[in-house]
């Protein structure tokens, strides 16, 4: 399955010094999220970045399993921060990261 690689140059505050259990922390609630929106994300191998797309109408979110759990946040985070989250409860440490990653994206 052919995947879109998301633009480059946004980045989201991950520090390498967070436990990793705070990271997947993270990942899931961002996954969860997306579940919440209707989105699927679909994990698998193969020489791609990953990133959103759309494949027969539906909008997936396709992650490389065979990346580093941050890069695969980041992209959940790219992904989601396209969306409108603005009725949706989120935890502050998540709406955080979704939106330093929108405000870092945006032109200008």
Same mark, same amino acid.
């Given at each position: 399955?052919?995947? %879109?690689? *998301? ?8 520090? *390498? ?11 899931? $609630? ?6 919440r929106l209707g989105l699927q994300v679909v994990l698998d191998r193969g020489p791609f970045t990953g990133g959103a797309c759309l494949l027969e109408g539906e909008?997936?979110? %396709? ?10 946040? =980041? ?16 935890? *502050?440490? %998540? =709406? $955080? %990261? ?8 945006? *032109?200008?």
């Open positions: 399955m052919a995947a %879109v690689t *998301p633009a480059r140059g946004a980045a989201l505050a991950l520090s *390498p010094r967070k436990p990793n259990g705070r990271l997947e922390g993270l990942y899931n $609630e961002l996954e969860e999220l997306a579940a909008e997936l979110i %396709v992650l490389n399993k065979s990346k580093p759990l941050e890069q695969r946040t =980041r992209l959940l985070a790219e992904a989601l921060s396209r969306k409108d989250l603005s009725g949706i409860y989120l935890k *502050p440490a %998540v =709406r $955080e %990261v979704i939106e330093d990653y929108l405000d870092s994206s945006l *032109p200008g």
